[in-house]
């Protein structure tokens, strides 16, 4: 399908809730009937860890096997490795081999392309493509953003990220004038928010204050939830695991920005074409 849309889910600032965020969307999107493909682009292997797979380092064909064959120009199943997970999302998994490899990349031909040349073998198959980056903006992330179609920041409401953010701003910017002009951001996600608290309060404000003007922050906030940190050892998303948790509902409302979100550009695409 030609409307698939990558998205990279970034931040260089660890702890934000990146990978819940890449999760938690990725099964609300299957919810909704769309087909999504989750790449867990980190060599930590945290997304493939709360998605169910524990021993990361025992998995045979990683995300690191298909980037590798890129590299390697090996004609072999671009699919073949993709796990699949009961709540109706698949996974590109990782684990400590996307070190090696991304070593490996500052040497290779078309270094930042190789992420987007084996995406471009399997997202036909898929609605949604999301990418979980590691908490740095080295090669992989840069492979990541060339590879995506848009980027979402999930930002911490307890932390204000001034100089993190003008970097990840800064890196995006140099992202489209090198490597992918059509590289947009979605917007700020804000989450562990406890809006008990004056800090989280004032942290939000200044987020708006400081970056509003320039980046879309979008309307849901995700809370500060026990059930939400518990999930990640479970293998399972926050749906199945507290359908009715603040967090829950949170992410579900997150989903339905992100696809209608989706619906408003396919509109204008389509008047833009007429």
């Known amino acids: 399908m030609p409307n698939c849309k990558t998205i990279a889910?970034?931040?260089?600032k660890g702890g934000v809730g990146k990978t819940t965020t890449t999760m938690n969307l990725g099964v609300g999107l299957a919810m909704q009937g769309k087909r999504v493909l989750l790449v867990d682009c980190d060599p930590q292997g945290d997304l493939t860890t709360c998605l169910g797979w524990q021993r990361v380092d025992e998995i045979p064909v990683t995300l690191a096997t298909?980037?590798?064959?890129?590299i390697s120009d090996e004609a072999t199943d671009a699919s073949s490795g993709i796990l699949h997970h009961s709540e109706g999302v698949d996974l590109v998994p990782s684990n400590t081999d996307l070190e090696g490899l991304e070593m490996y990349l500052v040497t290779a031909m078309s270094?930042?392309?190789?992420?987007?040349s084996y995406l471009n073998k399997v997202k036909s198959d898929y609605d949604y493509v999301l990418i979980d980056c590691r908490p740095s903006l080295g090669m992989l992330t840069l492979n990541a953003l060339t590879a995506a179609d848009s980027v979402v920041?999930?930002?911490?409401?307890?932390y204000l990220p001034a100089r993190a953010m003008t970097q990840l701003l800064r890196t995006v910017?140099?992202?489209k004038a090198h490597t992918n002009p059509k590289l947009s951001i979605d917007g700020i996600l804000l989450t562990l928010v406890d809006n008990r608290t004056n800090l989280a309060k004032s942290t939000t404000e200044a987020i708006y204050?400081?970056?509003?003007?320039?980046?879309?922050i979008f309307k849901t906030k995700i809370p500060i939830a026990v059930k939400a940190a518990e999930v990640s050892s479970k293998g399972k998303s926050i749906y199945a695991y507290e359908a009715n948790s603040k967090a829950a509902l949170a992410y579900s409302a997150f989903t339905k920005?992100?696809?209608n979100d989706a619906k408003k550009k396919e509109r204008l695409r389509t008047s833009e074409v007429r």
């Open 111 to 116: 270094r930042e392309n190789i992420l987007k």
């Open 9 to 12: 889910v970034c931040n260089q």
């Open 257 to 259: 920005e992100v696809l």
């Open 209 to 216: 204050e400081n970056f509003g003007s320039a980046v879309r």
């Open 153 to 158: 920041i999930p930002v911490q409401a307890q």
């Open 173 to 175: 910017s140099k992202v």
């Open 66 to 70: 298909k980037m590798y064959e890129i």
